[in-house]
């Protein structure tokens, strides 16, 4: 059953913060524990709630990838990119970009990836397979 | 309920328009109640779906769709489910006029894209999917097919041509269709060479924008004492709804939405997919041509791909699958295109799509999906 708002903020106000302050934050259903990014005023999942926020993982790993090569206006200089789902470790998918990409093999499913904070809007990750450096933003 | 027929249909040329969808639309409705044979006074309601009007700097398209046809006492209602929004419209009429509160309405839809560049027209596109958690993050339409593309190529192995199979099998069926923005035939070559737009899809694999208008009118058979056409039955009319965002949903390998309203129409007009006799279903891009045969249960999971390969859904085929040309050739005026599903239906129970005619019309079944699916219709025709 729908209940309160999850959070006092507005969906913009809760993506720039998180996308500010390099840290994803997302819902846990109180009900079925299922985990998500996306707003709501009960889970898409079960129907149920309370929606709890919660930080997500910034690490994950590629569900599925494709490499975009016809942009809208605000990727248009971007192309070539990946846009992917991921399976955030400890629960929760989200979608995002990838610059850099020049095949869609780079983002085949299961690629390790970790978020990180952006020049522009939008989720974007990064690549972590064969990255020493990569570390999770805290 | 009322037993609820389509009586009249029209559309105009799929492709680019110098008019505005106001005109094409006022033009449309009129030719689809001349063609049932009766007068805009006898129209009780009028559902217009118009997405991208705002593009036009023109809203409120109803009332003057009815002042343009000599009615404005007549009520009408836009009704918007993205790229389903014409099959939403003519759920609606079938509501009122299966309930009781008109004899006749008239559906149409009508979309303008090509004064828009094609910069401008992929993002107004996108405004179908989750923006501030889809969009802002890099999703495009193709983008988003292209993750469920990959997601059923690499759980059932398909290759290339099989999707080639399904735009040239689609392009083949156009360029017999006049009102058809793409009347021309391609080759499995052509297709492999196009350029990828998001990986696995080419440019081959996707719809284009398209200009273009279609219209029904839906009545009541007692309220029509002698058919000028040959009625479709409206059988079945179902909706679903479905989770929106692909990062939400567990299962890529099919639209959820589909599945449900599939389920309801068959449940609804008492038969089963197998009684179906042709198909015009949402290939916006070749890979939702598969979902939807499967989703619908024409097909079982894992070999539309294939049987397209093999000829089965061509207009000579066991289930001939967009005869018209679909989405994929015919074109995609996304308010437009539900109606003009039923457009071609009608014209094919009526013996009006001459060169692609197929060769059984008994039961029709026409589906049309939102976006990714968040909305789906399906709807069922029969004969009297």
Known sequence: ?????????????????????????GFRCAACGRRTVTWGLACS???????????????????????????????????????????????????????????????????????TPSYKAGVQFRRTEGDASAVPPR | MRETWVVGAASSRYGKLSETAREAATKVALGAIRDAGLEPKQIGYTFVSNCFGLTEHQGHLGPLINNGLGIP???????????????????????????????????VGAERLGHLDTLSATGHFA???????????????????????????????????????????????????????????????????????????????????????????????EAIRRPTREPLVIRASARAGAITDLQDRTDLLGLPSTRLAAEKAFRQAGIGPQQVDFAE??????IAEVLALEDLGLFPRGTAAREGLEGTTARDGALPVNPSGGLKAKGHPVSATGAGQVVEIFDQVNGRAR???????????????????????????GRR
Not at chain 2, 93 to 107: E, L, Y
């Open chain 2, 281 to 286: 279903v949402h290939d916006c891009f070749t």
């Open chain 2, 73 to 107: 006492e007549v009520p009408s209602a836009t009704v918007e489910s993205a790229c389903s929004s014409s099959s939403a419209a003519l759920h609606e009429a079938f509501v009122h006029v299966a309930g009781g509160f008109a004899d006749a309405a008239v559906v």
């Open chain 1, 45 to 115: 999942g079960c129907g149920g709630g309370p929606l709890q926020e919660s930080p997500l993982a910034a690490t994950g790993r590629i569900v599925a990838g494709t490499l975009v090569t016809v942009a809208s206006e605000e990727f248009v200089n971007e192309v070539p990119y990946a846009y992917v789902l991921v399976e955030l470790d400890g629960g929760g998918r989200v979608s995002g970009w990838i610059s850099g990409i020049r095949s869609e093999e780079e983002v085949a499913p299961g690629t390790p990836v970790v978020f």
């Open chain 2, 127 to 221: 405004y179908g999917a989750d923006q501030p958690f889809e969009t802002r993050n890099g999703a495009t339409f193709p983008g988003l097919y292209a993750l469920l593309a990959g997601a059923y190529q690499a759980e059932f192995r398909t290759t290339p041509e099989m999707f080639g199979a399904i735009a040239i099998k689609n392009h083949a069926n156009a360029a017999h269709n006049p009102l058809a923005h793409f009347q021309k035939e391609i080759t499995l070559q052509q297709y492999l060479d196009s350029p990828i737009v998001a990986s696995p899809l080419r440019l081959y694999d996707c719809c284009p924008f398209s200009d273009g208008a279609s219209a029904v009118v839906v009545a009541a058979r």
């Open chain 2, 355 to 381: 060169g692609r005619e197929v060769p059984r019309t008994d039961i029709a079944l026409a589906h049309n999906v939102g976006a990714t699916g968040g909305s789906c219709s399906v709807h069922l025709f």
């Open chain 1, 1 to 25: 059953m729908p209940t309160e708002p999850p959070s006092p903020h507005s969906i913009e106000e809760f993506v720039q913060g998180y996308e500010r302050a390099g840290e994803l934050r």
